[in-house]
């Protein structure tokens, strides 16, 4: 694997050797980072870890002393009466009755439910971040194409200018041939013709590499103008995971989080609820209700609720948590299995480039011989231009299938690392 990306290396540019100031480079690395960066949908992480903090500061207020004021006007039909007079007591209760009341009460033992809470918002957030960190890592994929893209573009114009320096030269030696009266006007000509169709491909490949460009910039949001595309070093020798560690797990592990925290959460409602309890009001009667005047009064106490309807659709409600975590762990368990699977076709893929490269470079070995004692016999006069023209593009053709190969490897290599999660 060293001597293939050696051999990229090889094919990079000619002019990255001159004695002028090198180009900025781009690294792929880098053009992943910006466009996770760059991705509108990446705000929504912040945005749900500042709704959760909201949600959790205002369960974490319900153990805050609650203050409440009520009034009450009515009038009755009827009221208590004495059934026998008492002498020197009157007892008349007035058919209209007013009260107003204000009441402070201090929750001491909540059953659970506010700690509950914070979990399963805690745990609903979590949900939320795994979808939207699943959906950037997709982004992964679409960002290495473009640029491995760029990267193949880059290889085919280099092979396009080895291939015009070639014609050029036999071009000039067709001349050279041709002022000697021994070859005719017709063989340059055909040289010519290459000559124009080399230069109507590279045309073609630049259009294509502005296109490819404008995407990673628009995905990026960076300008990428005179910078030069670098080919990532990676050894496939060295990609044997162990593990997977995709963002799809992650949520998964949050899933089966958040069915843990509404299983909790299923206790706290059969809990019974303590609250300490203050009022003071005004009111005609009071508490007194023998006197028929407006009096001040208050009461203290300690009150108990315990809603034990929850008990009826507790069993029920706890089956389909259960069911709804037998679920996620069996997607899981999907998930690994596709995933392996997977695996060995993208390692196939690898093995399959690696030996395609091998072969390459042996073909690419025997056009250069061929091609050069093309050139020379066709000097000699044994062969025809049409001869000659007809290896240098085979020679051409196998370069470029090398490169083609050679990109192949790479998004094999990549598709493999995202597959694991790397």
Not at 2 to 9: A, D, E, H, S
Not at 112 to 120: D, F, R, Y
Not at 168 to 185: P, S, V
Not at 269 to 275: L, N, Q
Request: hydrophobic share 40%.
């Amino acid at each position: 694997m060293k001597r293939i990306f050696r051999n990229i290396i090889a094919v990079l540019p000619v002019f990255i050797l001159c004695l002028k100031p090198a180009a900025a480079q781009v690294t792929i690395d880098q053009c992943l980072k910006m466009a996770r960066e760059n991705y509108p949908q990446i705000r929504q992480l912040g945005l749900i870890d500042e709704a959760a903090q909201y949600d959790i500061a205002g369960t974490a207020k319900s153990w805050l002393p609650h203050f409440s004021i009520s009034g009450k006007a009515a009038y009755q039909s009827d009221v208590v009466e004495m059934p026998f007079d008492i002498p020197g007591f009157t007892f008349d209760l007035p058919h209209d009755q007013y009260s107003l009341v204000g009441e402070i009460s201090q929750t001491i033992w909540d059953g659970g439910t506010a700690g509950s809470q914070k979990k399963v918002t805690a745990s609903g957030a979590l949900v939320q971040k795994g979808q939207v960190e699943v959906s950037l890592y997709a982004l992964n994929q679409r960002v290495e194409q473009i640029y491995l893209g760029i990267l193949l573009i880059d290889g085919q114009l280099e092979q396009n200018s080895i291939l015009a320096g070639s014609l050029e030269r036999n071009a000039g030696h067709a001349q050279a041939c041709i002022d000697n009266g021994t070859a005719y006007r017709s063989d340059l000509e055909m040289i010519e013709v290459n000559i124009l169709n080399c230069e109507q491909q590279r045309q073609e490949l630049l259009k294509d590499r502005e296109a490819y460009i404008a995407m990673l910039e628009k995905l990026t949001g960076a300008q990428f103008g005179g910078q030069e595309f670098t080919v990532p070093d990676i050894d496939s020798e060295g990609l044997v995971p162990e593990t997977v560690t995709r963002p799809e797990l992650g949520l998964y592990d949050a899933q089966i989080m958040q069915q843990d925290a509404l299983k909790q959460q299923l206790n706290s409602k059969i809990s019974p609820k303590f609250s300490l309890s203050l009022q003071g009001g005004v009111g005609r009667p009071g508490l007194n209700i023998l006197k028929n005047t407006f009096q001040p009064y208050w009461t203290a106490g300690i009150k108990m609720s315990w809603d034990i309807g929850a008990l009826y659709t507790r069993r029920d409600e706890k089956r389909k948590i259960d069911a709804q975590t037998r679920k996620i762990e069996s997607d899981r368990e999907t998930f690994l299995f596709n995933t392996d699977i997977d695996v060995m076709q993208m390692k196939s893929e690898i093995a399959k480039a690696e030996d395609l490269l091998e072969k390459d470079r042996k073909i690419i070995l025997l056009r250069e011989s061929i091609r050069s004692a093309g050139e020379e016999q066709y000097r000699n006069g044994v062969i025809t231009m049409t001869d000659l023209m007809s290896r240098i593009d085979d020679e051409y053709d196998a370069k470029v299938a090398e490169s083609i190969h050679k990109i192949q490897l790479l998004m094999a290599i990549y598709n493999l690392k995202n597959c694991m999660g790397y």
